[in-house]
């Protein structure tokens, strides 16, 4: 899976998980950029992006995210 | 179970009409994503969660300070969420000596929670503590009091004792619920140490689910009946087809196991004062020989209630056994191993609930707990007999089809009842009957044993029981009255609720008569009820007015008074003992 088709996927979960259709995600979003995308809503996102990839984060990588680019980037490397 | 995200959608839908449950959390933990999960379970259970969440780690302060938010938001409910991580920090930094000190340390506060008179009337709801095993001692920590292990189980077993000690608190058993679902699936560590949540998102909807367990059931949403297929539910094969030889039961045959202990459990419940009831196409003779003859059928004739078996549709039996129990739809739970049966009933009677029985039977029982389908709010030793009092029913039903007057029935039936107030001994079961009764009960305000307690020590108001007793059995305590002083005169009849189990026995004159006498002991000239609607208790709408109160014209809500002193004596054949 190349990093667009990632992209893709994490934007529909973002859409499913923040409940709202409109969202559209690029590598440079953060979470200023979009309103539902609080600390509360971050751990949803983790939890719902590890299911769907089969993958697991670590702490570390939890905390170390500044862009959805970042987040991409990692689940690439699993 | 929903997922954390479906019960967040069902808080979009319009709650506004729901019932409100006024609702505070209190906890040393992140508890966000827990109050999103309350408020979405208690919304497809059908209340709007009006809810509080204490600011982070506040518990002792939130508790100790009476000013603080807690006692200004002033829940029905406070949930109480100490975690086992915070403990373990906390037994980590004691010094070791007083270590061994850890559990009766939490239990004290515990107890200061639970006697602080501003909050005997509220229901703490408290979680005991999923096991953490630190392995320090590894198994050895067993006979080490100090280590953590010895202590965490200490304070569990404790805390059953305390809960058993003080009405007002209920233990959310969170360490069973990590026993079923495994620590992994429970505690997320990344989620932990990125966020101070000690629950993983998975676990949010299971633990919600069993506090809005509690909730109901103190509410008066609760199970009452379990109604069983036989074929392949309680024994396996058809006993039609393969005789009583040929069905699986006990340990020698096929997979005969796994329905012996699901009859096990069932017979349990029976105990406990579940109501068992029977409905299979079969016919009666063929499906009662197990019961009769089989030596590994646990359970019997005498545990089953209702016994339908006949070729009529499940659904006509089901409402067979509703009617002659006369208890709701939503209080009964259906058990049938064919996909086609449970779908007929759940689209003819939506209420019921019909859980989806794995393939498997050997998977029927660790299923069935995971649904937590029977929690209670109180329990009763009484419970148990309930099973013979429907039996009993059953016959009277039978002997008044005899007589043609009503009068010569009843006279026949040699009824005495015993009326007392509120003692230490009647108070379970009034306060069960509180939250049990929903079709004969005038004003539906649910009391726990606490709140009984404290009114049978309230020297104003008239607090009275009846029990009722015929030639056929004991019925034990069927009808409460609680009556409060408006002013000199006037009694204003709080509660009035009774056991639908004792419906055209006349109790209601008797208990009238009974309430007319005290009223005039004490001195009062009125006697004023009301009736306040739900959608359970039409039965009663007219009760008043069939008594020959006199509706009192301009009140808000139908109320309706009666003159102590014209009073005439209504007829009964009911001697007061």
């Not at chain 2, 639908?500 to 008569?513: A, D, I, P, W």
């Not at chain 2, 005439?568 to 003992?577: F, H, L």
């Amino acid at each position: 899976m190349d990093k667009n088709q990632f992209l893709a996927d994490v934007q529909e979960i973002f859409r499913d998980v923040l409940d709202n259709e409109d969202i559209v995600i690029t590598n440079e979003t953060v979470a200023d950029d979009i309103e539902e995308w609080d600390s509360l809503s971050h751990i949803q996102l983790i939890v719902a992006i590890e299911k769907h990839f089969h993958i697991k984060f670590n702490s570390k990588e939890l905390m170390g995210w500044k862009t959805v680019g970042d987040m991409i980037d990692c689940i690439s490397t699993k | 179970m929903q997922t954390l995200a479906q019960l967040k959608k069902s808080l979009k839908n319009d709650l506004t009409g729901l019932p409100t449950v006024k609702l505070s959390i209190v906890g040393d933990t992140a508890t966000q994503l827990l109050c999103t999960a309350i408020r979405g379970t208690g919304a497809i259970r059908g209340y709007n969660i009006d809810l509080f969440e204490a600011e982070y780690n506040q518990v002792e302060r939130q508790f100790m300070d009476p000013t603080s938010d807690l006692y200004q938001f002033d829940a029905d409910f406070i949930v109480v969420f100490q975690s086992t991580h915070k403990l373990g920090e906390h037994h980590s930094m004691l010094p070791q000596e007083q270590q061994a000190m850890l559990a009766d340390e939490r239990l004290q506060f515990v107890t200061t929670i639970c006697t602080n008179p501003t909050l005997a009337s509220k229901k703490i709801i408290y979680f005991n503590y999923p096991e953490i095993e630190d392995t320090v001692y590894g198994s050895y920590a067993n006979k080490v009091e100090s280590s953590f292990t010895f202590q965490m189980r200490k304070l569990n077993y404790e805390l059953m004792k305390l809960s058993e000690q003080f009405p007002n608190l209920f233990i959310c058993d969170i360490a069973g619920l990590q026993n079923k679902l495994g620590r992994d699936q429970m505690f997320a560590a990344n989620v932990y140490t990125s966020t101070e949540m000690v629950l993983s998102i998975d676990a949010l909807p299971y633990i919600a689910s069993r506090v809005m367990d509690i909730v109901c059931a103190i509410k008066g949403q609760f199970k009452k009946c379990l109604i069983l297929d036989l074929d392949n539910t309680v024994w396996g094969g058809v006993i039609g087809d393969d005789g009583l030889e040929g069905i699986q039961l006990g340990h020698g045959l096929g997979i005969g196991k796994a329905f012996t202990e699901f009859q096990m459990w069932v017979k349990k419940l029976k105990q406990r004062g579940i109501i068992i009831c029977v409905a299979s196409k079969n016919n009666e003779e063929t499906a009662k020989e197990p019961f009769e003859k089989h030596p590994d059928m646990v359970l019997k004739l005498d545990d089953i209630a209702v016994f339908q078996a006949n070729w009529e549709t499940k659904v006509d039996n089901i409402r067979t056994i509703q009617q002659i129990l006369n208890i709701g739809f939503d209080s009964m739970v259906f058990l049938d191993d064919n996909p086609f049966e449970r779908n007929m009933v759940r689209e003819n009677i939506p209420a019921i609930t019909v859980p989806e029985l794995p393939e498997d039977p050997a998977e029927y029982l660790e299923y069935l707990y995971s649904l937590n389908l029977f929690e209670t709010a109180s329990y009763s030793n009484l419970d148990k007999d309930r099973t013979k009092q429907y039996q009993v029913e059953a016959q009277r039903v039978s002997l008044s089809k005899t007589f043609t007057n009503e009068a010569d029935f009843l006279k026949s039936l040699n009824m005495v009842s015993v009326v007392s107030g509120f003692t230490k001994f009647n108070t379970p079961r009034v306060a069960q009957l509180s939250q049990r009764s929903n079709q004969f009960n005038l004003r539906t305000v649910r009391y726990t044993v606490a709140d009984i307690e404290a009114l049978a020590n309230d020297p104003n108001v008239i607090d009275l029981s009846f029990t009722l007793e015929d030639k056929f059995g004991d019925n034990g305590l069927i009808a409460v009255v609680i009556m409060k002083p408006l002013d000199k005169e006037t009694l204003f009849v709080d509660t009035w609720f009774m056991s639908c189990r004792v419906l055209k026995r006349g109790m209601e004159n008797f208990t009238l008569n009974t309430m007319v006498e005290k009223a005039k002991e004490a001195g009062y000239k009125k006697i004023i009820g009301e009736y306040l609607p739900t959608p359970k208790n039409k039965m009663v709408e007219l009760h008043y007015p069939n008594l020959g109160f006199e509706r009192v014209e301009g009140a808000e809500t139908a109320q309706f008074e009666l003159d102590v002193e014209a009073y005439k004596t209504k007829e009964c054949y009911i001697v007061k003992k």
